[in-house]
């Protein structure tokens, strides 16, 4: 166990829906990463946030967007779902936001969209 | 930006024979090389990781070469066991922000 929490476990869906996805990093860690796993692209980096500011982003789609609240704690947004949002949707911590820190990941959410 | 390229898609190997995982990368400016496991259905996390000031690390069955020149890595696993199956990915990320980019992954079989 990593420390790292999500929830929920599985989220099933219908196109066109829109999802909140939720992680708790480890407890005292500041930064937030989130990816997106897929069967054809594996692990996809999406965005970072250190201390309630967004630090680096990467492919993330314009329908998805996140926030880290006061608490540390992260949500990823996912909009106007598609067939291809199907994924695991896992979020990782790490201690100080360092660059090329270790990072935890949780144990992920998975997403099916109908 | 930064590209990785990771081979063989799957890999099997006997019980006890060694194992061997091959990445490139695109940015020289990459400094920055972990490689984390994935077991089925659990999350990834990370085995070994190496930086470019040096080109060898050991941790027990599993050792990461770095060769900056050709910008290429590899995971070496030797006396392969059971627990050894899984997805083996690696990333490279570089000094001037926190992504890192991975390679999509080598399903590691150990066969009885």
């Known amino acids: ?114 | 930006g930064e590209n990785v390229e990771q081979h063989p898609s799957t890999l099997s190997v006997q019980e006890g024979d060694s194992a061997v995982i091959k990445c490139t990368y695109s940015d020289s400016a990459s400094n920055y090389f972990p490689w984390y496991k994935q077991e089925l259905g659990k999350r990834p996390q990370l085995i070994i990781d190496i930086r470019s000031n040096v080109g060898e690390k050991k941790d027990q069955r599993i050792a990461v070469t770095l060769n900056k020149t050709a910008k290429h890595f590899s995971l070496h696993i030797t006396e392969t066991q059971p627990e050894d199956s899984a997805v083996y990915f690696c990333a490279a990320s570089m000094d001037r922000d926190d992504k890192i980019i991975f390679g999509k992954g080598t399903r590691l079989h150990i066969l009885p």
């Open chain 1, 1 to 114: 166990d990593s420390g790292v929490t999500q929830t929920p476990k599985h989220l099933i869906t219908a196109t066109g829906q829109r999802v909140t996805l939720r992680c708790s990093p480890r407890s005292g860690d500041l930064s937030v990463y989130w990816y997106q796993q897929s069967l054809d692209q594996g692990l996809q980096f999406l965005i970072q946030y250190y201390n309630g500011e967004e630090r680096a982003k990467g492919n993330i789609l314009e329908r998805f967007s996140a926030q880290q609240f006061p608490d540390l704690h992260s949500e990823l947004n996912l909009s106007s779902l598609e067939l291809g949002d199907s994924a695991l949707y896992f979020c990782a911590s790490s201690p100080s936001g360092v660059h090329q820190e270790t990072q935890y990941f949780g144990p992920g959410t998975r997403l099916l969209v109908l």
